[in-house]
């Protein structure tokens, strides 16, 4: 059967391919799309290795929020007179006052773990440190501002545990140390004092300590654990009183 002019006419311009309309409208939309991967790849992290998230990691890449746990290193105030405690022969703990140009957490624990200098045995000759470095104390820098804003997390090697099994006295004074030194500081970026101080091991067992008497003191540890955290001696020289009066 033949076509005539006009059925041939409208079936080569139905094989001719898209309009002109068709063909734009295709083209914005490839580039509308190709826009939006590229701007989601580069709101998105990148590494050279893959790894496998952690659940803190998911939520800030995912949602664009982290749990409330900080980990910025709290400073302290004063970082030319930081109080350290130390134990005297009698067990009885006392306060020396040590520069630490970078008074954070971690290197305060590393002071902790060498013996007092020459000038701070002149203070105390029987001073000593009970904390050494093979207990391997370190901040892990959890502090939950939400829920136990005054508690600060410490991770020891699981030496200190069989020390305090072996060498009670040892651990707790080690302990004493630790727990006293970090109560007593005031940091500038943390309003609220820390009172309590965990200890826990690569597992997250909690420390377990005795006292004089052998009764367990389980961590987190506080200062009314240790009464020597506040009658502790220091050496530090009065200031003298003003005895001058004003005039009337």
Known sequence: MSLSRNQR???????????KWESTWKRTLIIALLSSLVAASCALPTEDEPRDLSAEDYEEIVFGETTTTVTTPLVVVDPTNVELYFVGADGQLRIVKRPIPDPRIPQILDELEI????????????LTSRVIPAFEAKNLGRLDRDEQPSLLTIEVSPLLQETATQA???????VSQIVCTITNLTFTNNPIPINRVAFIDVDETPLSITDD????????????????????????EDEPEDTTTSEP
């Open 168 to 174: 009670p006295r040892q651990a707790r004074e080690a």
């Open 115 to 126: 013996q007092p200098t020459e000038a701070e045995l002149e203070q105390f000759p029987d």
């Open 213 to 236: 008497e052998g009764a367990a003191i389980e961590s987190p540890f506080r200062v009314s654990d240790f009464n020597d955290c506040q009658t502790a001696e220091d050496g530090f």
């Open 9 to 19: 006419s409208q079936s080569a311009t139905k094989s001719e391919g898209p309009t």
